[in-house]
């Protein structure tokens, strides 16, 4: 059972555009929401992250949007760079307890210059 | 301090060996994460310690797995009697009580031959 889907493989969009990744998860516990980017052989780092209390939290050319009721989040990146090309993870935790992630399966973002 | 440090960056074993990974948290924080990344997937959760306890392990940790964080320190994960399917990225990943974004380490690349 995959409670947090991500299901646009991947993405292309030309430099200087917005670039808007989506994320939909099924649990309803979840009460807490984070976007990671990987590059190829690296660990994933933190982007940017939103409580439940909230439905937007923004951090320079980086905005996530929370939407309880549709149980959907996109993160918007305005505008895209070339650098900006990496896999893209959405993950949600439960701000209780163990704060594990469970991870969606990626969007990989192709910014074109 | 410069993050989570993983060693080794990659591990070739043939079936059956048994494989130690290491890694080095943040410090000062108290909760570390294992999780498992394979191709084409997001990474899974494998276990958690928050100071030197285990508090909790995933179903994918099979009992040829163990993890140990001895004086809450640096952590361990050791595969016995690796098999292919255990070919993976294994991440570990730290934070603290004061914020729930936890940082990951580069990850230690498993291929078993």
């Known amino acids: 059972d995959q409670q947090v889907k991500q299901n646009s493989p991947s993405l292309s969009v030309q430099e200087g555009r917005i670039s808007i990744l989506n994320c939909d998860y099924t649990?309803?516990?979840?009460?807490?929401f984070l976007w990671y980017k990987k590059y190829p052989a690296e660990g994933p780092t933190f982007l940017i992250s939103?409580?439940?209390?909230?439905d937007k939290n923004e951090d320079g050319r980086f905005t996530v949007f929370l939407n309880k009721s549709a149980k959907h989040l996109s993160l918007h990146i305005v505008p895209s760079q070339p650098g900006d090309s990496a896999v893209y993870f959405c993950a949600a935790t439960i701000a209780l307890g163990t704060y594990k992630y469970i991870f969606g399966t990626g969007t990989r973002l192709k910014v074109l210059a | 301090d410069t993050g989570v440090s993983q060693n080794p960056r990659h591990k070739i074993t043939k079936r059956g060996q048994n494989v130690t990974f290491r890694c080095d948290p943040i410090?000062?924080?108290?909760?570390l994460y294992w999780y498992r990344q394979t191709l084409g997937q997001g990474p899974e959760f494998l276990t958690y310690f928050q100071n030197e306890a285990q508090l909790e392990k995933s179903r994918l940790l099979s009992d040829r797995f163990s993890a140990e964080r001895p004086k809450g320190s640096f952590s361990t994960l050791e595969i016995q009697r690796t098999e292919q399917g255990d070919s993976a990225m294994y991440l570990c990943a730290s934070s603290n009580e004061v914020n729930t974004e936890a940082f990951f380490g580069q990850g230690t690349r498993l291929t078993v031959v």
């Open positions: 649990n309803s516990m979840f009460d807490y």
């Open positions: 939103i409580s439940s209390i909230k």
């Open positions: 410090s000062e924080h108290n909760r």
